[in-house]
């Protein structure tokens, strides 16, 4: 057996589907890029590594000596890390920029929700985001290399340690075997992409709860004040657990 026959009488319909599927993640970045750019919610965003997504799944070779399955062509996690603007010298470069100083790094990772080593399947495609607190290492460390390490090391299962106010948060382990060399916090929120079908709704669900987090633990600055005259406080976020 070469070509199965059942499977080459539903490709094209599911390229087709699967390429509008990359359309809409296209789209929806774009989204938050614009809305990322503004201080709405306490504080303005600007992307790690420019235009590019860090994904899963980006080569086709045959064979490889990756940290994924060389038959996983079609990434089924795509993602992109932001920083808060503020920290970005003027004419620095985004990923130039030491992770000791920008100090959190915030993250936002669709996924198809299935065939995944380390993540039990979804119910169905979901959006992770959230706020890194990540220590490296090397203290020198640039932020691109950390969101890369972010992206490729962690694991929700085996690091989560409570959920408060709808975050899950939890600790990175550094781990030599991996090539992880990354402690410090992570706070995460799962959303189905169901959810995100409307501006209104990635506004509601990803935007406003990731911008309000990520100003709620810069340090030094003050909680915005949400449109019913509440101040975010660190009661509305999840308190770091003793280190």
């Not at 235009?51 to 399955?69: C, G, I, K, M, V």
Request: proline letters at 7%; aromatic letters at 14%; glycine letters at 6%.
């Amino acid at each position: 057996m070469i070509f199965r026959e059942d499977v080459l009488s539903e490709t094209g319909t599911a390229y087709r589907r699967l390429t509008e599927y990359y359309r809409d993640i296209r789209a929806f970045f774009e989204v938050l890029s614009v809305r990322f750019a503004l201080p709405e919610y306490g504080v303005r965003l600007r992307p790690v590594a420019g235009n590019e997504l860090f994904s899963n799944a980006n080569t086709y070779l045959l064979s490889d000596d990756s940290a994924y399955p060389y038959y996983l062509w079609t990434p089924t996690w795509l993602g992109r890390s932001y920083v808060d603007a503020e920290q970005v010298g003027e004419g620095q470069a985004v990923d130039d920029l030491r992770t000791s100083r920008a100090r959190l790094i915030a993250f936002v990772w669709p996924w198809l929700g299935f065939n995944d080593a380390y993540v039990d399947d979804a119910a169905q495609p979901e959006c992770w985001f959230g706020v890194a607190q990540p220590e490296p290492e090397d203290e020198d460390e640039t932020v691109r290399v950390t969101a890369q390490s972010l992206f490729n090391y962690f694991r929700l299962e085996k690091t989560f340690e409570a959920e408060a106010a709808g975050w899950l948060t939890g600790r990175f382990h550094s781990n030599p075997y991996i090539g992880c060399n990354l402690t410090g916090h992570w706070f995460l929120r799962r959303v189905p992409l169901s959810s995100l079908t409307s501006y209104y709704q990635v506004e509601k669900n990803v935007i406003r709860p990731l911008g309000e987090k990520f100003a709620a633990l810069r340090p030094g600055h003050a909680a915005p004040v949400r449109n019913n005259g509440h101040r975010a406080t660190a009661l509305d976020v999840v308190t770091p657990p003793p280190r």
